[in-house]
């Protein structure tokens, strides 16, 4: 009790502590803090209810620190402000003794006794008269019991209101009784979190004067030179070690584990400084390497960052230096020269520490974590991976040295059995490492599980309580030398390896053709399988050594087999379910995979030789025909994310829609209703308008969230959109095939019922493809054009730029002909040349909408490009009012319905009065010199010809039927296909054959029409 410390009392502890950033924002006296104990005994005192717990404490509270001494009678509280050391060791020393409160005697302050605290061995605050009233006057306090263990019956049971033992002593929390002048419920409370070291309580009061200071031991074991060693300073010491004497490895090993854990965080650096410490650490890394490990990583590693030295360093640089430089000086530690053949077991057994120190680097610290993956960016340089290697290399290389015939027993090694066993646990990683004869190793069973988080039980135990998932299961085969009797009395060494935390900065370099997914992540812990023969101790012959360095059988029929616990619990995707209760995921599958080293030029990951044997919800077996490093791989999704919807491309494409909308029904409209329009080429035009006004309004529709969202309603409306989008520009396309018949070939008519299912189906065809190849996508994409991933798209963007493009092509032909077409009625020629531009800007302005979807839908990973989204939503909004203008108004005959003109009689070229009264006299022209019967060059010629005859005509009846026949059709004497239809006319001048059936029932149209406009002016 605190009571009985007559000669005072004295204590020091370490901590080191993160604090957050409300500790500088917020005003230090708030109430927002609340007490964060470092240490405590259960001393405490309310000033208000006059109660008090003996007892000693030490505890934060906002910018203050602050120790409280009771000794039930008296209280001393001493409270100082700012002296906060953040993410570094500090340490606190308190004093106390009883206080010599006679102003009478001449004593020093600082003799007086009373309560000291001391940071870092500077003296901050003293407080010599315990805690009175507001008046000076002393407090009569009332002792709650001190904080102790429950007294205990025989059976072991606490009595109820018994105590007994020592005070209890409490680190980051304290024992509550009243807070705030109340009364609490007695428990734990005022956590703190934070690190603590070095405990140390003296029964008498530390003395510091000028001949002896005390405080001193405050520190115990600290030494402040070492903390603040730089890495070039440590690697220095380092290169003068002796690493082939296991003692002095042993004592460097200690030291670097040390020198880890005191790592400061690191500072900002002036440039020039920055640039001048890589040519340090060049120096040191090629010490260090040449210590052992080979050259991979070390002074290659170093020499590649002195190059930087003439460079102003960026974040990212510095990160990489720091850690190459801390990567040089583990190396160092993992040096070969002591790895001899037939070392004894006994001056091996120290070598293993340097291992558990050297996984320091392969911790799951944040920053740690983060300086990996910035080395590992380079995937043309040594990166974490090459530090593993030189890990495992080391430990093989020590315990393939030893003499497994020696006669005693050491740390690892059994003399009865032969076995040499090394399991080296910590933090970043089990190791678990053998040699043996071969015999022996085959005693384990045809399929040695190793027992990975059993075996042994007291190494385990940190990782079963702290590692994630520790269930991950290894089986080695263990068959591979059975049929091969020189080999069977040759040494065995084995090694398997767990670290939890080095997939989450292992390199992701990959080999694309076996691992197809750019992007992939680790998903779970890595582990290494090694195994090989050894030459015995003995000289073996070289044919002996030969035929066992190489394992003679193929392990894909006993392969290594490994379970492997996932670190995400997301379950891959799978085919398309269309349900509410469908799985959402970010990934696509999950393979094993296994570093090969021998891809690149300092390896990759590589499915080759491991098999997913089966995938579960939360693990995943393989089976691996090669001993390497496995992991397993998660290929991600990239998730969906709509475009950015600033407020004026909303504005700006909601107003485009509601006018292409309503202009789009304004053309269908016209196209309907008037019956003078209802011919081939606006036929064709009406179902465009048609096809475009449904794919924009359903374009429109699904900017609703509730459209967005679900992945029913989605795919239906992606679906909807894809097809009327595809059959509008096929429509495009069928119009421009008909307009090119017409202007090179003068086929006009007859064919808009095979334009019109052509035009359909293309939409058909074109929703079909995608849902047949990519129906599990469908749907997915947040803006709802068709699917999320790019494939999804190809097979509409494919056919919809064939059309375009093809229409675009044909309309450029008909722009260039129009002046020379096959037919020669030029009220037809002027329609068909009004039509043809109108069609031909609509078509190319199309095209170069369309041209913009395809940077605006389609990504490019790892690319940096502009968004398009907003140039092609914008102007497909308003492609409708393109359509009324160029496809409607530039249309001749539209713009006659619109204006409600009629069309004027003929004129007669030719009246009565006129006529010549002179008699006809028959124009006589040899047979042999008769022209070749010939089309007339007008109608008009037939208009005439019933009105009157012209002056010199003969009438011939033998002339009729070549030129009746023709009223009202275009010329077509260069036309030869009607002829092949025609049976028995073979012999006869193609220039003498009857218009086709195209003719003819353009004729009847044109017939019906002129009839039509007769009735109309009676």
């Known amino acids: 009790h ?21 500790i500088i924002d917020l005003h230090p006296d708030g109430s927002e803090f609340d007490k964060k104990y470092v240490f405590s005994t259960g001393g405490d005192y309310d000033k208000a209810l006059g109660k008090t717990v003996p007892g000693i404490a030490l505890y934060h509270q906002g910018m203050d620190i ?38 009478s005697v001449d004593i020093p302050y600082d003799q007086r006794g009373g309560l000291e605290l001391f940071v870092n061995l500077e003296k901050v605050g003293h407080v010599v008269a315990p805690v009175a009233n507001d008046d000076g006057t002393a407090i009569t306090w009332e002792e709650l019991p001190a904080v102790t263990l429950p007294k205990l019956d025989p059976a072991g049971n606490p009595i109820p209101g018994q105590k007994e033992g020592p005070s209890v002593m409490m680190f980051g929390c304290h024992y509550e009784q009243m807070e705030d002048g109340a009364d609490v419920t007695p428990g734990f409370a005022h956590f703190h979190e934070a690190s603590f070291d070095e405990m140390a309580i003296w029964t008498r009061k530390l003395v510091k004067n000028k001949s002896l200071d005390e405080t001193l031991f405050f520190l115990g074991g600290y030494i402040k030179e070492l903390e603040s060693l730089s890495a070039e300073q440590f690697a220095d010491m380092l290169s003068k070690v002796d690493m082939s004497d296991p003692d002095q490895a042993a004592s460097a090993g200690a030291m670097a584990g040390t020198m880890l854990g005191n790592q400061k965080p690191e500072e900002e650096e002036e440039p020039e400084a920055a640039a001048a410490q890589p040519a340090a650490a060049s120096a040191t890394s090629s010490g260090a390497s040449s210590g ?41 530690l993992l040096g070969l ?31 740690n974590v983060e300086s990996w993956k910035i080395v590992n960016e ?20 020590y315990i393939a040295s030893a003499n497994i015939s020696f006669y005693d027993d050491t740390k690892y090694f059994t003399a009865a059995t032969g076995e040499y066993m090394v399991h080296i646990p910590s933090p970043e990683m089990f190791m678990s490492m053998g040699k043996m004869t071969m015999e022996r190793f085959r005693m384990r069973g045809h399929n040695y599980d190793v027992g990975a988080y059993r075996h042994p039980p007291e190494l385990w135990k940190n990782a079963r309580e702290t590692w994630e998932s520790p269930a991950d299961k290894i089986v080695i085969p263990t068959e591979m030398f059975a049929d091969i009797p020189e080999c069977q009395n040759n040494p065995v060494t084995f090694m398997y390896a767990i670290y939890p935390c080095y997939g989450r900065f292992a390199p992701l370099r990959r080999n694309p053709v076996t691992i197809s997914s750019q992007r992939f992540v680790i998903d779970s812990k890595i582990i290494t399988v090694r195994f090989f023969t050894n030459n015995d101790t003995y000289s073996p012959s070289p044919k002996d050594s030969e035929l066992c360095s190489n394992i003679p059988v193929d392990m894909k029929y006993s392969p290594v087999k490994v379970k492997l616990y996932h670190r995400s619990k997301e379950t ?81 494409r909601y107003v485009g829609f509601c006018l292409s909308l309503l202009s789009l029904l304004i053309f269908i409209t016209i196209l309907t209703v008037n019956k003078h329009l209802w011919e081939m080429f606006h036929i064709i035009r009406l179902n465009t308008g048609i096809c475009y006004f449904l794919a924009l309004l359903f374009h429109f529709i699904s900017e609703l969230n509730a459209i967005r969202e679900d992945r029913h309603n989605n795919a239906a409306f992606a679906s909807l959109i894809l097809f009327f989008y595809l059959a509008g520009s096929y429509f495009q396309l069928m119009e421009a095939f008909a307009e090119f018949r017409a202007i090179t070939a003068g086929i006009i008519g007859g064919k808009t019922a095979c334009y019109i299912p052509i035009g359909w189906g293309a939409g058909f065809i074109g929703l079909g493809l995608t849902w047949f190849l990519y129906g599990a996508d469908v749907g997915t994409d947040p803006n709802v054009f068709i699917g999320w991933e790019n494939e999804t798209k190809m097979p509409f963007l494919l056919m919809n730029y064939f059309a375009l493009g093809s229409a675009l092509l044909l309309s450029a032909v008909v722009i260039f002909n129009s002046s020379t077409p096959q037919t020669r009625k030029e009220d037809v020629i002027e329609d068909l040349q009004a039509q043809g531009q109108g069609l031909a800007i609509t078509n190319f302005l199309f095209v170069m909408v369309w041209l913009f979807a395809y940077p605006a839908f389609i990504k490019f990973p790892g690319r940096e490009m502009r968004d398009f989204y907003p140039v092609f939503s914008i102007f497909n909004a308003w492609m409708g009012l393109i359509i009324l203008i160029f496809l409607g108004f530039s249309s001749k005959r539209v713009r006659e319905v619109l204006i409600c003109k009629k069309k004027k009689p003929k004129e007669e070229k030719y009246s009565v009065e006129d006529q010549d009264s002179s008699p006809i006299v028959p124009l006589e022209i040899p047979p042999a010199e008769s022209p070749v019967s010939s ?40 036309e030869d296909t009607d002829s092949e239809e025609e049976e028995g006319d073979e012999g006869e001048d193609d220039n003498e054959e009857d218009d086709d059936e195209e003719n003819d029932d353009e004729n009847e149209e044109e017939n019906e029409e002129e009839e039509e406009e007769e009735q109309d002016e009676e």
């Open 378 to 397: 380079d995937f043309n340089a040594p990166s974490s991976a090459d530090y593993i290697e030189e890990l495992e290399n080391y430990a093989l290389s």
């Open 66 to 103: 602050t120790a409280v001494v009771s000794t039930g009678e008296h209280v001393w509280d001493l409270t100082v402000r700012g002296q906060l050391l953040n993410e570094s060791w500090a340490n606190y020393g308190v004093v106390w003794s009883p206080p010599n409160l006679d102003e």
């Open 572 to 652: 891959t995707r799978r085919k398309i379910l269309h349900h509410e209760y469908e799985v959402k995921t970010t990934i696509e599958t999950r393979r094993c995979i296994m570093w090969n080293p021998d891809l690149g030029i300092h390896g990759a990951w590589d499915a080759e030789g491991c098999t997913t044997v089966m995938s579960e919800q939360d693990s995943t077996t393989c089976e691996c025909s090669k001993f390497g490093t496995y992991a397993l791989a998660a290929e991600k999704i990239e998730q969906p994310e709509g475009k950015d919807d600033f407020t004026w491309l909303l504005v700006s």
């Open 935 to 974: 089309r007339p060059t007008s109608a008009n010629v037939d208009q005439e010809g019933e009105e009157g005859d012209l002056p010199g005509a003969v009438d011939t009846d033998s002339d009729d039927s070549s030129s009746d026949d023709d009223e009202d059709v275009v010329d077509s004497s260069d």
């Open 292 to 332: 052992g490990g080979g050259d991979v990583g070390g002074a290659g590693q170093a020499a590649a960052v002195s190059e930087q030295s003439s460079k102003k360093l960026t974040w990212k640089e510095k990160k990489k230096i720091k850690q190459l430089k801390k990567a040089d000086i583990f190396r160092g």
């Open 2 to 22: 605190i009571k009985n410390c007559n000669k005072g009392l004295s204590f020091s502890i370490f901590e080191k502590v993160y604090y957050p950033r409300k």
């Open 337 to 367: 020269q002591g790895a001899t053949e037939g070392s004894l077991p006994k001056h091996l057994d120290n070598r293993y520490d340097s291992i558990a120190t050297a996984a320091g680097m392969l911790s799951c610290d944040r920053d």
